[in-house]
């Protein structure tokens, strides 16, 4: 088994187990959907228009609260100054533990968007484009993430501190996102181009999150 | 003299000493050359007088952009060349950029008010330079909660060259998307559309902002590097009385 695959099960398994596993993000995006319309009012067309809206920003924040746990847990324990000190590249390694937090802790989100759409009384048709864009744009989530956990491993207050530096970089993934799911939905603005623009932004973050991460994990920790 | 003899922090420190009352004087003189020409600027047939506050508007924008400019070559300056007072550089210009980039959202959302009839409108020239302030405070974030200035600063340049992907979305989100906020009229590829009655005090306010900012961050910088300088004796007193008392 090569280190990468080596890492990518332990940090699958780890999220699995610890902490209440897989579905406490997914319990989180499921409150934060079900608050939304107590706080917007019950208005079913209100809550069709701006369903997918909701559910980009459930998600958001759900990827958000997961992202502190990537290298914080694993710098208290030591095995960050392992992997850093090993002899597989720092950015290949923080790859493997990037693609592991995204299949244990965004993937159950792509999978109940589609329950918590009937909540929020989006179109049927419709929710399966919204899971379509959040299955592109997640990655670029939490790419764009291991920037912000990175820079905050060493850090008092991480949690927020994280927030604050990550929340303005997913900005273009967030109105990408959407503008693909409301194209889809309403129309008549086309469904391609903000698309393909979310799943390049996927793409190039997941070069360039794991490189500016390992840069941040060195220098923030020698 | 080379870039990297300013690295020996006393020898900058003279040389700013030397510098600043220059720096502060030409400053001075070019405001009142550029806000003489500013008021005697004749009013726009639509806007009438509201477009004076582009004097300010523009400027501060420009400034708020080259701020995180100068951030991340001072982030390069840290993390690739080991520039010793890269870091000092960087950490000066950030609350300086913030506040350009402030007093630009500020003051175009005044001037929008009556020009546009709203504060506020997302288009991208707007959340673009949002987002600049947004990625601001994220900095300063950073420098606050770091508590070895030398860790807090290398954090920071990265995160300085992560957000300078910004700077062009911000330069050509008026040509890229429709916006409410008009188009470039000055960097264009065509030459400026501005009439030379507004644009030269435009580019005079322009250079005096420039001066008042490099005043502002060489001023910080010798503010940062006494301030190191003042941590450093109190963790050696500490350790003294540490060691006196062992």
Redesign the interface.
């Known amino acids: 088994m090569s280190a990468f695959t080596a890492i990518l099960t332990r940090d699958m398994r780890l999220s699995v187990r610890v902490g209440g596993g897989a579905l406490m993000g997914a319990l989180f995006f499921l409150i934060v959907v079900v608050m939304m319309p107590f706080a917007i009012g019950p208005d079913l067309n209100l809550l069709a228009r701006i369903g997918p809206a909701v559910l980009w920003l459930g998600a958001l924040l759900a990827s958000l609260l997961a992202l502190d746990r990537l290298f914080a847990v694993d710098h208290e324990d030591g095995s960050l100054d392992l992997l850093m000190m090993g002899s597989m590249p720092l950015e290949l390694a923080i790859l493997a533990k990037a693609i592991a937090h995204w299949l244990t802790t965004a993937l159950p989100l792509v999978i109940i968007a589609p329950v918590l759409g009937l909540m929020l009384n989006v179109d049927l048709n419709a929710m399966g484009v919204v899971a379509l864009t959040l299955l592109a744009g997640t990655p670029a989530l939490t790419f764009i993430g291991l920037?912000g956990a990175a820079?905050?491993v060493?850090?008092?207050?991480g949690g927020l501190?994280l927030a604050?530096?990550v929340?303005?970089?997913t900005?273009p993934v967030l109105i990408f996102g959407v503008a693909a799911a409301n194209a889809a939905i309403v129309g008549p603005a086309p469904f391609g181009p903000p698309f393909t623009i979310l799943c390049a932004l996927s793409l190039g973050s997941l070069v360039l999150g794991p490189i500016?991460a390992a840069?941040?994990l060195r220098?923030?920790l020698e | 003299m080379a870039l990297i003899d300013l690295a020996n922090p006393t020898r900058f420190l003279t040389l700013v000493n030397r510098l600043l009352p220059w720096l502060a004087a030409a400053t001075a003189i070019l405001f009142a050359v550029g806000l003489y020409r500013a008021l005697g600027a004749p009013d726009d047939y639509q806007q009438g007088a509201t477009v004076k506050i582009m004097f300010l508007h523009v400027p501060a924008a420009w400034l708020g952009m080259m701020g995180w400019g100068l951030m991340s070559v001072a982030a390069l300056g840290t993390?690739v060349w080991r520039h010793p007072l890269a870091d000092v550089a960087g950490k000066a210009a950030a609350p300086i950029g913030a506040a350009f980039t402030f007093i630009c959202l500020v003051t175009g959302s005044l001037w929008g008010r009556p020009t546009w009839g709203t504060y506020w409108v997302w288009d991208a020239r707007l959340?673009s330079m949002l987002?600049l302030l947004?990625?601001y405070?994220?900095v300063l974030?950073?420098y606050w909660?770091?508590e070895d200035p030398g860790?807090?600063a290398?954090?920071a340049?990265?995160?300085s060259?992560?957000?300078a992907v910004n700077l062009p979305i911000i330069k050509f989100s008026v040509d890229w998307w429709n916006t409410l906020h008009q188009p470039a009229s000055i960097v264009r590829m065509s030459g400026a559309t501005i009439d030379p009655s507004i644009l030269v005090p435009l580019l005079i306010m322009a250079a005096a902002f420039t001066l008042l900012f490099f005043t502002l961050h060489l001023a910080a910088m010798r503010n940062e590097i006494l301030r190191r300088r003042v941590r450093t004796m109190q963790l050696m007193q500490a350790q003294k009385f540490a060691e006196a008392g062992a």
């Open positions: 920037i820079l905050s060493a850090l008092r207050r501190l604050v530096l929340l303005p970089l900005i500016a840069a941040a220098h923030g | 993390l959340t987002v947004l990625l405070l994220g974030a950073l909660t770091a860790r807090g290398r954090a340049a990265i995160l060259l992560v957000g």
